[in-house]
């Protein structure tokens, strides 16, 4: 069975930092680019940054550069999203996916950044 568990959201104040993790299981991750996206309150999906398969090229949405790391570690099959210098804005549920031959999507975890 194909799994993305997303962990590692909450309630941060404006300024404060979350890493998200999100956790494969069930296909060849190796082989696999992985993204984070994100959809807040009334809105659509929103791409916010990319990895290729093997860690080599990350990709980020303006508003996220030098804020926002993406990395991976295959042999962990994880890839995880460390925020930092959270805006209110930045409130969203975060999704991690999975492209490749298949498309696999995680089930979120919540983001809040609020005083």
């Known amino acids: 069975e194909v799994q993305l568990v997303e962990s590692g959201g909450g309630l941060v104040q404006p300024g404060g930092s979350l890493r998200l993790s999100c956790a494969a299981s069930g296909f060849t991750f190796s082989s696999y680019g992985m993204a984070w996206v994100r959809q807040a309150p009334g809105k659509g999906l929103e791409w916010v940054s990319s990895?290729?398969?093997?860690?080599?090229?990350?990709r980020y949405e303006d508003s996220v550069k030098g804020r926002f790391t993406i990395s991976r570690d295959n042999s962990k099959k994880t890839v995880w999203l460390q925020m930092n210098s959270l805006k209110p804005e930045d409130t969203a549920v975060y999704y991690c996916y999975a492209v490749g031959l298949h498309i696999y999507w995680g089930q979120g975890t919540q983001v809040t950044v609020s005083s």
């Open positions: 990895i290729n398969s093997v860690g080599g090229s990350t």
